[in-house]
């Protein structure tokens, strides 16, 4: 069962049209896209492509959905992994399976590698967290600097974490050469959920009146993972009740339902 520690994809089916909102966001991930696509443009006067850049933002907010617009924008092959499978690994596994993880992407480069939940692994060392499995957190992360460290500026593999904690992430991450480039995706304001409503409302069968502007003003602090989940819930909350297109009232049921389980949730946490 914990074979699957990383997935391969070649997902161009992903763009930047998928990803509502994030515009600064968007903008600096273009220009990886670039690097992908045109190397040799970028290489041709000396210059070293970046190796990694670390999206930096709350839970929910598209981190992960812009990674994969970006290989699907480049049309490359998207390896990912998930800091947290890692959390109860034998020793040597993590190690590893980093190894593995960049020979592979190397082999089909240009490619791009996703590490999900980078902090799970790249905790500052000598940091005491109480797992007692500090050792083996310690070689998978001195692992993942090694093979950064490793690539040729020819490579054309670019390394895509993620994070909602970047402060405690040990500092060597961030060095020239590896992360070196920090991105922001900040919770949606009320225009950019406006705009993820539009995408998560193009499936739905709604009625003709529907007021986006309206739905966008009732969500205030909502993610666009939050966003993606009241839309949702809303079509089948309408359905549920056999009608023929989803309205408002089902939209605010389905916040309703969505800020219950969200403040569920934080109880649980504090
Ligand atoms: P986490 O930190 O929890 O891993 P994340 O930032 O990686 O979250 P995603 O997994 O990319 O968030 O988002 C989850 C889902 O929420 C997406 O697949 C998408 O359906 C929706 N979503 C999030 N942000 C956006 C956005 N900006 N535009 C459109 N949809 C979005």
């Known amino acids: ?36 696509k045109y190397p040799e443009k970028y290489t041709s006067l000396g ?10 933002g709350p839970p929910g907010t598209g981190k992960t959905l812009l990674a994969k617009a970006v290989a699907g924008e480049a049309k490359v092959p ?17 190690a590893s399976r980093v190894r593995d993880l960049f020979k592979q992407a190397k082999e089909k480069s240009p490619s791009i590698i996703f590490i999900d939940e980078i902090d799970a692994i790249g905790r500052a060392r000598g940091k005491n967290n109480f797992s007692g499995s500090n050792d083996e957190r310690e070689n ?23 994070t909602n904690r970047a402060d405690v992430l040990d500092s060597a991450l961030m060095r020239a050469g590896r992360f070196d480039r920090q ?30 502007d309206f739905l966008a003003k009732q ?7 939050d966003i993606a989940n009241v839309c949702n819930e809303a079509a089948l909350i309408a359905a549920r009740k056999g009608k023929k297109a989803v309205n408002k009232q089902d939209f605010l049921d389905a916040v309703d339902r969505i800020i219950g389980g969200l403040e569920k949730k934080n109880k649980i946490i504090t």
């Open 47 to 56: 210059g070293k492509i970046p190796k990694g850049a670390l999206l930096v």
């Open 140 to 162: 998978t992360l001195n692992q993942l600097l090694t093979e950064m460290d490793g690539f040729g500026t020819n490579t054309n593999v670019i390394v895509l974490a993620a």
């Open 1 to 36: 069962s914990k074979a699957k520690l990383f997935d391969e994809k070649t997902d161009t089916k992903t763009s930047f049209k998928d990803v509502a909102g994030l515009e600064g966001a968007k903008e600096e991930v273009q220009e990886i896209v670039d690097f992908l």
């Open 78 to 94: 998207f390896f990912s992994l998930s800091g947290s499978d890692f959390v109860e690994m034998f020793v040597g596994v993590g």
């Open 219 to 225: 969500t205030p602090g909502f993610s666009g993972a």
């Open 183 to 212: 991105i922001y995706v900040d919770l949606p304001d009320v225009r950019e959920r406006k705009e993820i409503f539009e995408v998560h409302l193009r499936p739905l069968k709604k009625e003709e009146s529907l007021d986006i």
